[in-house]
């Protein structure tokens, strides 16, 4: 079913069971250098193409996103790495194995070829598998990397539904994947990797402990 607001397009989507036809016309909206709101996990987020400068551009003029803040993305099979990142080191794939899909995002050092503004100059990037059905589901339909950052004003708090959404976001969007009430709360852990030893970025929905747990312990 699709409805108008603001001659804004909505798509609502069943969160467990995604209907090919409308993820596809959402993934051909990135495709084109859109910019759409959809669910992530515990909130919405804005999704764009990784790869595409101008639309990840248009996600930080959205958010009103200072330009020295990366933006994460999201993948749909760990082959979609070798177009990310450098090289993927032991403790990924041990974090990787125990928690993709799911609440962890893993910083890498980044491909040169990536767009400077996606990684802030920083030269890394941070990569999560969703365990969202329509996230990945979206993912798989874009065939490559999209920005998953939550779908807010810089310094105020994301939405868990779309009724939520501030119209400054919503205002300046292609499309909104609308799945009804996600759960809120913290989002994914983030884990750095680029160094010898792996470090805590922020503390999320898989504790430091599990973490280190899964990187440490004896296979």
């Known amino acids: 079913m699709i409805k108008k607001q603001r001659s804004l397009k909505i798509l609502r989507v069943d969160p467990l069971h995604p209907t090919h036809d409308l993820i596809n016309e959402a993934a051909l909206i990135i495709k084109n250098g859109g910019v759409i709101a959809f669910p992530t996990q515990h909130?919405?987020?804005?999704?764009?193409?990784?790869?595409?400068?101008?639309?990840?551009?248009?996600?930080?003029?959205?958010k009103r996103r200072p330009d020295?803040?990366?933006?994460?993305?999201?993948?749909?099979?760990?082959?979609?790495?070798?177009?990310?990142?450098?090289?993927?080191?032991?403790?990924?794939?041990r974090i990787m194995e125990l928690f993709w899909p799911g609440a962890v995002t893993i910083v890498f050092k980044a491909k040169h070829i990536l767009p400077i503004n996606l990684t802030a100059g920083t030269e890394r990037i941070g990569v999560r598998m969703p365990e969202h059905p329509v996230a990945?589901?979206?993912?798989?339909?874009?065939?490559?990397?999209?920005?998953?950052?939550?779908?807010?004003i810089t310094g105020?708090?994301?939405?868990?539904?779309?009724?939520?959404?501030?119209?400054?976001?919503?205002?300046k969007l292609d499309l909104i994947i609308d799945v009804g009430a996600l759960k809120g709360g913290i989002?994914?852990?983030?884990?750095?990797?680029?160094?010898?030893?792996?470090?805590?970025?922020?503390?999320?929905?898989?504790?430091?402990?599990?973490?280190?747990?899964?990187?440490?312990?004896?296979?």
Not at 163 to 168: I, K, R, V
């Open 136 to 152: 990945l589901a979206l993912t798989t339909a874009v065939q490559g990397p999209i920005t998953a950052t939550s779908a807010n």
């Open 43 to 62: 909130l919405y987020g804005l999704g764009a193409d990784a790869f595409n400068a101008d639309a990840v551009n248009r996600v930080f003029e959205i």
């Open 68 to 93: 020295d803040k990366p933006l994460l993305v999201l993948i749909d099979k760990h082959y979609d790495l070798t177009r990310l990142v450098q090289n993927v080191p032991y403790a990924a794939t």
């Open 187 to 219: 989002g994914s852990t983030v884990v750095d990797v680029t160094a010898d030893f792996p470090k805590i970025l922020r503390q999320g929905a898989v504790s430091e402990k599990d973490i280190f747990t899964a990187v440490f312990q004896k296979r």
């Open 156 to 171: 105020n708090s994301g939405c868990s539904l779309v009724s939520d959404m501030d119209p400054l976001i919503t205002d």
